[in-house]
């Protein structure tokens, strides 16, 4: 829906000859995808992978605040993103329950990705060092037929930040 909004706009990194190169959003690159009215399964990976670089990189509200006491915001967009990572100790429980944390925020916030296939598994081993890998996959409903994606993404243990292949 961003990419339709913003097509015609006129924002640099946004137009069909900025596709494929990077643009700054918000002081972090993304990917420009060619003219949305005919988006295609490449630009709709494009988005798709702008979208969960921007779910897994924002820490929740849940991480700074007790919410407790109000249920309905942990499963609103005010607790958009994942509980802070950085200074916890990670044992192949830590791992595990990252892995469960970010399917419950892509399920919750990313639609196009059909719940009853979705996987986040960790990965045997990280391509970056110090960081712990993740699979996701998934089916991408919003295709015209179902487009399986896997995406491999290594979450930095210090600080918390999440890299994707080709990033």
Not at 13 to 39: E, T
Request: hydrophobic share 40%.
């Amino acid at each position: 829906m961003f990419d339709k909004l913003v097509a015609e706009n006129g924002l640099s990194g946004w137009s069909d000859g900025d596709a494929g190169r990077a643009a700054v959003i918000g002081g972090r690159p993304s990917r420009a995808v060619p003219k949305a009215a005919r988006l295609n399964e490449a630009s709709l990976r494009t988005t798709l992978l702008r979208e969960l670089t921007a779910l897994l990189n924002t820490t929740n509200l849940h991480a700074v605040q007790d919410l407790s006491s109000v249920p309905e915001v942990m499963t609103s967009t005010l607790n958009y993103g994942l509980g802070d990572l950085s200074g916890t100790l990670l044992t192949r429980n830590g791992v595990q329950t990252r892995a469960r944390d970010m399917r419950e925020a892509i399920t919750r916030f990313e639609p196009r990705i059909e719940r009853g296939t979705l996987e986040v598994e960790p990965a045997e081993e990280a391509s970056r060092p110090n960081s712990i890998s993740f699979i996701i996959r998934g089916d991408v409903a919003a295709a015209v037929q179902a487009m399986p994606v896997e995406i491999r993404t290594d979450v930095d243990v210090d600080t918390g930040a999440a890299f994707f292949e080709g990033q």
